[in-house]
């Protein structure tokens, strides 16, 4: 007999955000480590002290607005450096932001989240894409890469339990402890022991697509977290990140390794053209995602916020915006598990190259910066280098259009 239907999981809903900057705010290691900001209009600027008062950032004496800001970097470890992301358990919210820590419990609502740091958070399940339980045993771009996901889910599931074993069971996710997880497929419902299991990717249909504000912040936490605030609060006490979706995660004063911004001043780059060099067939197509890929780690120093990830051999075409004076982006390479990648960049604008960079290897995040002012377009090429190959792994990280202003 088919056991009657239960009703669809209800969700906590999030409070709604005003987009704004506050605070008094300090990072680093400790409160006196180096920080290096860089700025619209090129220049760097570098200190110890780095404040955040209403929408100014202040650098020890010195203080800009944030729409003049394009990022600040805070030196110190990342815990995802130091030993593979696939080993560590994290929640994957559905803009892409990465919470590392275990997972606790779901009750029907909301997703339990114990930080390395100690802290709890409570998620509101349908703002949670993925979880991936610690322990390894399973390759994580399954979650983060929708062609992959499409491919695995059953017709009909809601929810995915993803085995460490290899495959998966679909049904609707009931709950979890640290025990059991309880799903209810077609057979009925069924308990797993949680320690056969990788992760639970939630159904899509089941999530709030995220908001983005018009200004925001992208944080590197020194845990390897990376997420967007639309409000942040913090000081040498420690404080609060807000993100678009209203849920508050608490930061402590010396967990931000990296702040990039986004204002009416430096503007994300826009949906780019595709175009694929002559290749293996059934390339697959640039995926966007703010934590760029989910297999390993980008870069010793990676910002992870909204990029491109593509493999070597693809160029993206960006329309440029009439007033824009210059082209930000980051760029950083991987490849398989204990492999060493190398590839070539180009850079051009209008068809006329303005950047090459030959033998770029694995492990270091590369800022480039281009002059734009009265383009239409600017194209940014991935080939294969001397120990590179058509299935290493490129990104481009957080391209922005920096518009052109008045002021000095």
């Given at each position: 007999m088919t056991p009657p239907p239960l009703p669809r999981r209800t969700f906590l809903s999030a409070a709604a955000t005003a987009c704004g900057f506050a605070g008094t705010m300090a990072v680093g290691a400790t409160f006196y480590d180096p920080v290096t900001i860089r700025l619209a209009n090129g220049a760097q600027a570098a200190g110890s002290r780095l404040r955040v008062e209403g929408a100014t950032l202040r650098l020890d004496d010195r203080s800009w607005p944030w729409g003049e800001v394009l990022d600040a970097t805070v030196a110190g470890p990342v815990a995802a450096d130091l030993e593979p992301d696939g080993e560590r358990g994290w929640v994957e919210l559905t803009g892409g932001d990465r919470l590392f820590g275990t997972a606790t419990a779901f009750d029907g609502d909301a997703i339990g989240l114990e930080r390395p740091d100690g802290t709890a958070l409570s998620l509101p399940a349908d703002r949670v894409r993925g979880v991936r339980f610690p322990g390894g045993g399973f390759e994580t771009g399954a979650l983060t890469k929708p062609h992959r996901l499409t491919l695995l889910r059953d017709r009909g599931a809601d929810d995915l339990a993803l085995l460490r074993a290899g495959g998966r069971t679909g049904g609707e996710l009931l709950g979890f402890d640290t025990a059991t997880v309880r799903l209810r497929t077609a057979a009925g419902e069924l308990t797993l022991p949680r320690a056969e299991l990788a992760g639970l990717s939630l159904s899509p249909d089941l999530q709030t697509p995220p908001k983005t504000p018009d200004s925001f912040l992208t944080l590197l936490l020194a845990d390897g977290s990376h997420l967007t605030a639309a409000a942040l609060t913090l000081d040498e006490t420690g404080g609060t990140a807000v993100t678009p979706a209203g849920i508050e995660v608490?930061?402590?004063?010396?967990?931000?390794?990296?702040?990039?911004?986004?204002?009416?001043?430096?503007?994300?780059?826009?949906?780019?053209?595709?175009?694929?060099?002559?290749?293996?067939?059934?390339?697959?197509?640039?995926?966007?995602?703010?934590?760029?890929?989910?297999?390993?780690?980008?870069?010793?120093?990676?910002?992870?916020?909204?990029?491109?990830?593509?493999?070597?051999?693809?160029?993206?075409?960006?329309?440029?915006?009439?007033?824009?004076?210059?082209?930000?982006?980051?760029?950083?390479?991987?490849?398989?598990?204990?492999?060493?990648?190398?590839?070539?960049?180009?850079?051009?604008?209008?068809?006329?190259?303005?950047?090459?960079?030959?033998?770029?290897?694995?492990?270091?995040?590369?800022?480039?910066?281009?002059?734009v002012t009265n383009a239409e377009r600017v194209a940014l090429t991935i080939a294969p280098g001397a120990l590179g190959g058509v299935q290493d792994e490129a990104f481009w990280i957080a391209p922005r259009f920096v518009i052109q202003s008045d002021e000095p």
């Open positions: 608490p930061i402590a004063a010396d967990a931000v390794r990296r702040i990039s911004v986004v204002s009416p001043r430096v503007r994300e780059a826009g949906e780019p053209a595709a175009t694929f060099a002559p290749g293996p067939a059934g390339s697959p197509p640039p995926v966007r995602d703010r934590t760029v890929t989910g297999r390993r780690a980008v870069a010793a120093d990676r910002p992870r916020p909204r990029g491109w990830g593509v493999w070597s051999g693809t160029t993206l075409t960006f329309p440029v915006p009439p007033d824009a004076a210059a082209f930000d982006v980051g760029f950083a390479l991987t490849a398989a598990a204990g492999e060493l990648a190398e590839c070539d960049v180009q850079i051009a604008v209008d068809g006329t190259t303005r950047q090459e960079r030959s033998g770029l290897r694995t492990g270091k995040l590369v800022p480039l910066r281009i002059d």
